[in-house]
């Protein structure tokens, strides 16, 4: 039972519990709503601003590229963190016996 339980653990996966972040993808409409972009839009739409020569990103898209840069972190810190688990999972595995037995 333990090893079922072990196999199929990762379906109770719970974004508290530091979780694989791909699990639980970002919310696209929610982001819109927490960033407020179509305020934002609309209030720099009136303004005439940015100007169109202008190169570099506004404070909205600025935030937007914080917000997923947050996001690919995450998921890069979860995966080291799983490959350490893993690397130290398989080194305590023996497989001498299945292997003299093999022969």
């Not at 090893?3 to 653990?9: D, P």
């Amino acid at each position: 039972m333990g090893i079922v339980r072990s196999l199929f653990g990762w379906m109770q996966a719970s974004p508290a519990r530091g979780d694989n972040p791909a699990l639980y993808p970002l919310d696209f409409d929610e982001l819109k709503k927490e960033l407020s972009v179509v305020d934002e839009a609309r209030r720099m739409g009136v303004h005439n601003n940015p100007p169109e020569d202008k190169t570099g990103l506004s404070a909205v898209e600025e935030r937007i590229v914080s917000r997923i840069e947050e996001y690919r972190h995450k998921v890069i810190g979860w995966s080291h963190d799983h490959m350490v688990y893993l690397k130290r999972h398989m080194s305590e595995l023996d497989v001498t016996k299945d292997i003299n037995r093999a022969r």
